[in-house]
């Protein structure tokens, strides 16, 4: 499965951190959070470069506990952990971890990381939209 799909079912391609990693901005992302670029990089979920959160996701390590590629081929789909973590990104990014999941198990891995990358794709310039401030990666505009 592609890096940028999590275990959890967020698009790591609209991540600041990510976008940041993927841009060379993460040095300056790094001294403005005040965290070591070596404990903020982070090339997808499931890459060998993880952020902090990431690299220590308890969902993540279930999965892999479990051996299964995501949270929807779990028979305790969805678990509490998951709803928690589908509330705060309800709440904070307008994302359901959940629907992502059911929508990924309907048509497929390879198709939903095509709508996700048109759903953040910057309708002025084409660049990368970062679904934490809504803000395209390559020219600032702001996306409501």
């Given amino acids: 499965m592609d890096a940028k799909i999590a275990y959890c079912g967020i698009y790591c391609g609209a991540c600041g951190i990510f976008l940041a990693t993927e841009s060379n901005e993460l040095e300056e992302l790094s001294k403005?959070?005040?965290?070591?670029?070596?404990?903020?990089?982070?090339?997808g979920c499931r890459s060998d470069t993880n952020n902090l959160c990431c690299m220590n996701c308890g969902i993540k390590r279930c999965c892999g506990h479990k051996n299964i590629n995501s949270c929807n081929e779990c028979n305790e789909f969805p678990c509490a952990n998951l709803k928690k973590l589908d509330q705060r990104h309800l709440r904070d990014d307008n994302v359901s971890l959940i629907e992502n999941l059911v929508r990924?198990?309907?048509?497929?891995?390879?198709?939903?990381l095509k709508e996700q990358e048109d759903k953040w794709r910057c309708p002025g310039c084409g660049g990368n939209i970062c679904v934490m401030d809504k803000e395209c990666y390559d020219c600032g505009c702001k996306i409501d």
Avoid: H, N, S
Avoid at 32 to 43: D, H, N, Q
Avoid at 104 to 112: H, L, N, S
């Fill in 32 to 43: 403005e959070l005040k965290i070591p670029v070596t404990y903020l990089a982070c090339k």
């Fill in 104 to 112: 990924i198990r309907k048509i497929g891995a390879e198709q939903w």
